[in-house]
C-alpha cells in the first residue's frame, strides 16, 4: 500500500515533443506528490509538486496532472529539449508518527534526441 | 543548492569493515534523512531524524545505525559492511511540515 508505480522505465522523445511520464499509487493517505528531476552524478532536485485539492499544476513547460479518484497522477514536459535529457522519480508522503516520509517510484529514464 | 554537503562522495571498502558517511548541512533544518539509491529500486528510505537525538526506521534499515548530536548534522554507519550495502546513499533535509525535501549529491560506497 505504501507502493508508488512509475511507468515507464524509460523513454526517448524527439526535440520539441511531449514527454510523459504516469504514476500511481494506492495508499489515499498520501497528500503531497513531487517529482524530482536528477542529472547523472547529482542528487535530486524538486521540480514540481502538487497536492490533491487541485487537478492540475503548470510550471512553465512542467505540468503535473493529478486524478484523485484514479488514484494517478503525471508529469508531461512540453516542448522537450535535450537537456531536460535525465532520470524522473515520481514520489508521494504521508505522515506518520508526528514525520513525513516519501515513498518513490523506481524512476524514468527520459532521452531527449536533437 | 540547499546546503548540504556529504562526505565523502566515494568510498571503496572491504566486507566487514566499519563504514561511516556524514551529513552536514547549514540550513537548520529539523528533519534530515538517509536513502540508498539502486539500479530497479528507485530511492529507500534506511532512516530519518525529526531532531536532535530523535531518529526512526525507514523502509531499509537492517544493518544501518544513525546518530544526530547536533542539528547540522545525521552520521549513517554501516557496522559490519556487506557487499549488498554497495549503493549510493543520499542524504536529504525538510524545513518542516509540508515543506519539500532537499538532497545532497549523493555518496557512491563500494563494498568489496
Known amino acids: 500500500q505504501q507502493q508508488v508505480k512509475q511507468s515507464p522505465q524509460s523513454l526517448i522523445v524527439q526535440k520539441g515533443g511531449i514527454s510523459i511520464i504516469n504514476c500511481a499509487y494506492e495508499n489515499t493517505a498520501f497528500d503531497y506528490f513531487p517529482w524530482y528531476q536528477q542529472f547523472p552524478g547529482k542528487g535530486p532536485a524538486l521540480l514540481i509538486a502538487i497536492r490533491p485539492d487541485v487537478s492540475e499544476k503548470k510550471e512553465g513547460r512542467f505540468t503535473i496532472s493529478f486524478n484523485k479518484s484514479a488514484k494517478q497522477f503525471s508529469l508531461h514536459i512540453m516542448d522537450s529539449q535535450p537537456g531536460d535529457s535525465a532520470t524522473y522519480f515520481c514520489?508521494?508522503?504521508?505522515?506518520?508518527?508526528?514525520?513525513?516520509?516519501?515513498?518513490f517510484g523506481k524512476g524514468t529514464k527520459l532521452t531527449v534526441n536533437p | 543548492d540547499a546546503g548540504i554537503t556529504q562526505s565523502p562522495r566515494h568510498k571503496v571498502t572491504e566486507t566487514g569493515t566499519p563504514v561511516t558517511l556524514r551529513c552536514h548541512q547549514t540550513?537548520?533544518?529539523?528533519?534530515m534523512y538517509w536513502y540508498r539509491q539502486d539500479p530497479g529500486h528507485g530511492l529507500r528510505l534506511i532512516h530519518y531524524s525529526y531532531g536532535v537525538k530523535d531518529t526512526d526506521k525507514g523502509e531499509v534499515s537492517d544493518g544501518y545505525s544513525v546518530s544526530r548530536s547536533k542539528t547540522e548534522d545525521f552520521l549513517l554507519t554501516l557496522e559490519s559492511a556487506t557487499s549488498s550495502q554497495t549503493s549510493v546513499y543520499f542524504c536529504a533535509i525538510r524545513q518542516g511540515i509540508g515543506q519539500p525535501q532537499h538532497f545532497g549529491d549523493g555518496t557512491r560506497l563500494s563494498i568489496l
Open positions: 540550513e537548520n533544518h529539523r528533519y
Open positions: 514520489a508521494a508522503s504521508f505522515s506518520q508518527g508526528g514525520s513525513e516520509k516519501l515513498v
